[in-house]
């Protein structure tokens, strides 16, 4: 079955386009943000674990839905920095997701 995001969010500047989880497939921690530049190259494909600790979300009250992933539902803003670009998780952290190049 191919790969089919729950969101996408797509840079103003045309520079980036983030995938944010994987159809159907809430309980999965794979593919929870994937990162491709301006002309369609997968750059870097996160899983959620990777973003954010079971822990992490376990202190932060975070409710999983079977049928969303947690990376479409969360309140994620993106921002690119320079030539990277960077995640701001709901409760202000941020991950660079691609360091400047």
């Known amino acids: ?20 989880g994987e159809y159907c ?3 999965g921690q794979e593919h929870a943000l ?3 530049d301006a ?4 750059l870097r494909d996160w899983r959620r674990s990777d973003l954010v600790s079971d822990d992490e979300l376990g202190r932060r009250g975070t409710i999983f839905l079977a ?5 479409a539902a969360a309140e994620l803003r993106f921002e690119p ?3 990277g670009l960077t995640v701001i998780l709901p409760w ?6 691609i360091a400047d190049r």
Not at 1 to 20: K, L, Q, Y
């Open 25 to 27: 497939n809430g309980a």
């Open 1 to 20: 079955m191919p790969f089919v995001p729950s969101d996408v969010w797509v840079d103003i500047g045309g520079r980036w386009v983030v995938t944010r």
């Open 67 to 71: 049928h969303q992933p947690w990376t």
């Open 39 to 42: 002309q369609g190259t997968l």
């Open 81 to 83: 920095r320079g030539d």
């Open 34 to 36: 994937r990162v491709y």
């Open 92 to 97: 202000g952290e941020s991950r660079v997701l």
